[in-house]
């Protein structure tokens, strides 16, 4: 196993991070190996001990000798070179460097190490993600798409003097245009759940990074996802993955839930838990929404559709959700329990009236189109709006821009004139 070649191959990628442009402000979550807290081993070459857990003859053993390592030594590897100071690596750049792709990618699969991981390394930062894009190992990176999403839309670290990025705003300058399978993991991320739109610290998204950049080839593909989300992909009916910050303090708020006895939860007013389960739906927080729904559903008066105060219901915040897309996944299990999709929500408007509106019109404030295709589905009107059939949907979705909500309107509705067409009889003998 050539050790100097594959150090020298991550050297060149820790130069690539150390040059790239900044679009985020500066952080300090940035890990140093060289912390005793997280290496070590430092007086003792594990790469070594590696390096023969490696000459297994199965992959299988291979794999197991990893894990056996790993709990034994953990996962950064201290690499002693001739006429050098000992470097201290993680063990994923060091699978990923010595042609272990696959066992790199079951370590992800099987939770036994994370992913998206930026650490100092000489000169500039080394990176799972980056590495892998420059070594072409497709299989490494579907798999920190596919069992490690939180990566997906959160900002890693690219450089030492602290600028941050998301995984797709990097694909989205030019940078990486020339790399062979660029359309494929362009769209195996937006797949996975990486979101074109979401802002970074700066204001920047993929989306006009790659507009800034001249990066059409970026523009092309995001355009053929959004055409082919048009058409019923399965990724239509999951949410938008969380970020690694959002993840842990849905789970903080969910553990803290939990922890409170019995007797505390029933002293909350349902209105106070209303508002809480309301505000966790809003962010896309499901587990502790289902935990206060669990409390909530025991009290006499509380009901799936309520709304208190002129406030949200739990179906009107799923739709409205900040969460690219909306909240479908919450919005189908309220469905499911037996919510109203069809229901007319009475909202205010001007000098003191109201008007009634559906869920859709509510999901088109965000474009949300995920929650619009479900409710598309459901069988609510997306044709014209409520109280006037010379109003349509489509055209209030152009109105406020909600443009991925409004290609999906279009083809539920052509399909529906070629539908009533067959119905009808009035169609030529190719439609019947």
Known sequence: MNLKFGILKLVIVGGLLSNFPAFANPTSDLIDPMNSEVSKNKNLSTSSLLERVLEADTEEKKYLGVVGFIDNYGEWLTVNVKGQAPVVLHVISYLLQTDNEDIAANLIRGGVTKGWLSYKFGDGVA??????????????????????????????????????????????????????????????????????ELKMENGLTPYSIASSSNNMLFVRVMQDFQESQSKGIKSLEKNTPLISSELIEMQAIADAFIEKPQSEKTQYAT???????????????????????DELSKRRDFDLDMRINGGLSGMMAASMSPLYGGNVEYLKRLVDKGADPAILIEVPVEKGDTILVNYIQLALRKDNYKAISYLIRLGVNFITIPGSKDVFVLTEAMEQKAYLSAVLIKRAMMSAMKSELITSGTGNDSTK
Do not use: C, R
């Open 271 to 293: 209105e106070k838990l209303h508002e809480m389960w309301v505000q966790m739906i809003l962010k896309g927080y499901n587990i502790p929404a289902d935990l206060i729904l």
């Open 127 to 196: 990176n799972d993600f980056v590495f892998a894009l420059n070594g072409g190992q497709l299989s490494y990176l579907k798999a920190l798409f596919e069992d490690a999403p939180e990566g997906l839309n959160s900002e890693m670290m690219i450089n030492l003097s602290g600028s941050t990025v998301t995984p797709l705003a990097l694909l989205a300058t030019d940078e990486f245009i020339g790399l062979d399978f660029y359309k494929e993991i362009v769209s195996e991320m937006l797949n996975a759940g990486a979101n074109p």
